[in-house]
Nanobody, 123 residues
Framework: VQLVESGGRLMQAGGYLSLSCVAS????????MAWFRQSPGNEHEPVAS????????YYGDSVKGRFTISRDNSKNTVYPQMSSLNPEDTAVYYC?????????????????WGQGTQVTVSS
């Protein structure tokens, strides 16, 4: 099983960025997907999650109204679209998959994790 994130880069505050996570080795539609992030010295923080067929989406408090999660089951890919970025969004962003999961925002509910992609937002 592989989850490969991409798209992280240096951004200016106020900007827009979309990441992607491509999954292989799993039947993608059987997995709820989520994004978490971790900044230095902090715990993993939930960003967003999405159910298997996109019927429900959940967001961490710090990103509500700014980030949108989506998925394309035909491409085995999940995306967060991130707008109004600020320096507090600086972190390594991780993609995670939960088999037949409910798309919770709890880290322990996820079975597989990617290696992460760095997003840095300068003021």
């Amino acid at each position: 099983v592989q989850l490969v994130e991409s798209g992280g880069r240096l951004m200016q505050a106020g900007g827009y960025l979309s990441l992607s996570c491509v999954a292989s080795g799993i039947t993608f539609s059987r997995y709820a997907m989520a994004w978490f992030r971790q900044s230095p010295g902090n715990e993993h923080e939930p960003v967003a999650s999405i159910t298997r067929f996109t019927d429900k989406k959940y967001y961490g408090d710090s990103v509500k109204g700014r980030f949108t999660i989506s998925r394309d089951n035909s491409k085995n890919t999940v995306y967060p679209q991130m707008s109004s970025l600020n320096p507090e969004d600086t972190a390594v962003y991780y993609c995670a998959a939960a088999h037949l999961g409910s798309a919770s925002l709890r880290i322990n509910d996820y079975d597989y994790w990617g290696q992460g992609t760095q997003v840095t937002v300068s003021s």
